[in-house]
């Protein structure tokens, strides 16, 4: 009897055990998954890495070291490289430095480094190779019409003077090391700065050196998204008035409208000027004139679509067509818009709040409500360019809200 009774308690026991056993598999399977999944996605999680003073410094002597064998040229070299410009820190943006703050005649600028792509820079000041200004025109034109203007357009002969002037010797021969240098220079950044240096809507520029070129400090601080709640209306309001003012100068280039499709809190920078701020953007890495926009948003014509959320190159907006489903190229949003949608208000739910979700004046909080709504969501069709009356009345608001905080 007992040997029966052991018999089905013995398989019991090793069915638990096994049971247990495969529990236990199961459950180290799970957390084993979770590990490789969160290493993922922490791989795909940007990282700041800020850059160290001492690595700033190496990349300043070596520069300077280039200049005075004759490689680097730009009238920036000699205030670097005598004193006359001190470093002050590096702001980041890789483990190299590529964005440093210094000081220049009593101000702070911004020295914006531009990596050397094509081909490794050969530190021999004899080479044979020497450039005059029409090829130099010729090897530039090429990237110069790709950043800023298409070939039907003139090409603008202020930038090409003022970039040679930068590049050359005084002979106005290019050698063949400072072109290599001088290339790095020609991307939108540096050309839209030179472009529309004459309409006080991007930062000033200083000059360059090698690889490097300087502008004016705008610091991002006063727009940082997650110190907006602690910032008074009347600041927040002005923030605003000089963002409408930032757009108005954008929309009226000489060049036309200049889009802004990467819309952050960090792209921004505001100047305290009396009581009012002047709003610039810092990042031009995703900024087009016209004839340049209309060809990224051909880009995205080729997208299906089912609502106008698909059709998006980050902050620049295309309508769907619903009976194609496909993205129109010709068609995209204006400014305004962007700022209402990603500054302003957080309808596009990218950022966690903006800079007039929180908090607004009673008395004004209905009428600015029903104005953000309309500029962030337009219901035209297609896209308007942006309105003078809209901007009217949001500055209006705005101004009457700063006015009704100070009495």
Not at 91 to 120: D, R, S, Y
Not at 168 to 191: T, V
Request: proline fraction near 4%; hydrophobic fraction near 35%; charged fraction near 20%.
């Amino acid at each position: 009897m007992l040997k029966y009774l052991r018999g089905p308690t013995s398989q019991c026991c090793k069915c638990c055990k096994s049971s247990r056993l495969a529990t236990i598999l199961w459950v180290c399977g799970v957390l084993l998954f979770l590990v490789i999944v969160g290493g993922f996605i922490r791989s795909k999680i940007p990282r700041k890495i800020i850059c160290s003073n001492e690595a700033s410094q190496a990349f300043l002597d070596e520069l300077c070291h280039n200049y005075t064998v004759g490689v680097a040229s730009g009238s920036l070299c000699e205030p670097l490289c005598t004193g006359k410009i001190v470093y002050r820190e590096c702001l980041g943006h890789g483990v190299t430095p590529h964005v440093l703050k210094a000081n220049f005649q009593g101000e702070e600028i911004i020295l914006k480094v531009k990596i050397i792509m094509e081909k490794q820079l050969e530190l021999n000041p004899a080479h044979s190779l020497r450039f005059n200004r029409e090829y130099f025109e010729k090897s530039a034109k090429l990237q110069y019409s790709k950043f800023i203007l298409d070939d039907k357009t003139k090409v603008n002969k202020k930038v090409f003077d003022y970039v040679y002037s930068e590049c050359a010797n005084q002979d106005g021969i290019l050698p063949y090391q400072k072109m290599w240098y001088c290339q790095s220079l020609l991307g939108r950044e540096f050309l839209l700065s030179i472009l529309l240096k004459d309409t006080n809507s991007l930062p000033k520029i200083y000059g360059t050196c090698g690889n490097v070129f300087a502008v004016e400090n705008t610091p991002d601080e006063k727009l940082e998204g997650s110190l907006i709640d602690g910032r008074s209306w009347s600041t927040r309001a002005r923030l605003g008035l000089g963002l409408l003012d930032m757009i108005e100068k954008l929309d009226n280039t000489p060049y036309g409208t200049l889009y802004l499709c990467d819309i952050r809190f960090p792209n921004f920078g505001a100047v305290k000027v009396g009581s009012d701020y002047v709003v610039k953007p810092i990042d031009l890495d995703f900024t087009w004139l016209p004839a340049q926009m209309k060809q990224v948003m051909i880009g995205v014509s080729n997208k299906t679509c089912h609502t106008d959320e698909h059709c998006h190159y980050q902050a620049c907006l295309s309508r769907c067509n619903y009976k194609t489903g496909y993205c129109e190229p010709d068609t995209y949003s204006n400014n305004l818009v962007s700022i209402c949608r990603m500054i302003f208000t957080t309808n596009a739910k990218v950022l966690k709040y903006g800079i007039f979700d929180k908090d607004l004046p009673v008395n004004f909080q209905s009428r600015l409500t029903i104005l953000l709504k309309k500029c962030s969501l337009p219901s035209v069709t297609p896209w308007p360019r942006t309105s003078p009356e809209l901007m009217k009345e949001l500055r209006a608001v705005l101004r009457a809200s700063i006015h009704s905080n100070n009495l």
